[in-house]
């Protein structure tokens, strides 16, 4: 079996380390506002995130604010390799509530990539030990709030926001 790939987008990993400073100051900004992360471990989710997008098998990020089992906010992170016509915003924005009755709950989606071999040969680079996600991620319960794209060169993630 053979593959053959043309890919028209050229980004470094200097690219994805900038579009990934700012996801990584949107999720320190959540644990803060929300308290449902202590500092370290948005830095643990962050570093991940940066692990697996710099590898190439990061699909998207999705970050939701549930209390007692029902979603507040929510915001997901969609990974973008060909985003060169899109203009980067600042992060921030995300100040979420604290409430009493919260858990935040952070799930990823992987590309194709992704094999078996390549988890193997990725693990242990990575800081928490990610496990099946069933979570309803589609956030049907809550309205589009805005997002904003965060760019370099043509590697991008494009934040989507959700709330109640």
């Known amino acids: 079996m053979s593959q053959t790939r043309t890919a028209s987008a050229t980004y470094t990993t200097t690219d994805i380390e900038n579009v990934v400073r700012r996801v990584k100051a949107d999720l320190a900004m959540i644990a803060d506002s929300t308290g449902g992360w202590t500092p370290q471990k948005a830095a643990d989710y962050a ?3 940066e692990v697996l997008a710099k590898a190439g098998y990061l699909a998207w990020v999705d970050v939701t604010l549930l209390q007692y089992g029902v ?6 992170f969609d990974v973008d390799t060909d985003a060169g016509t899109l203009s980067t915003s600042r992060p921030g924005g995300v100040l979420w509530p604290r409430v009493t009755g919260a858990e935040l709950r952070i799930v990823i989606s992987y590309t194709d990539a992704y094999t078996s071999a390549a988890r193997e040969a990725t693990r242990s680079k990575l800081k928490i030990g990610w496990t099946s996600s069933h979570a309803d991620t589609s956030h049907s319960s809550l309205s589009s709030s805005g ?5 370099s060169s043509t590697y991008g993630m494009q934040r989507r926001d959700w709330a109640a």
Do not use: P, T
Not at 71 to 76: D, G, H, Q, S, Y
Not at 147 to 151: A, C, F, I, L
């Open 147 to 151: 997002g904003r794209n965060y760019v």
């Open 47 to 49: 570093h991940d995130v």
């Open 71 to 76: 979603e507040l906010k929510a915001v997901r």
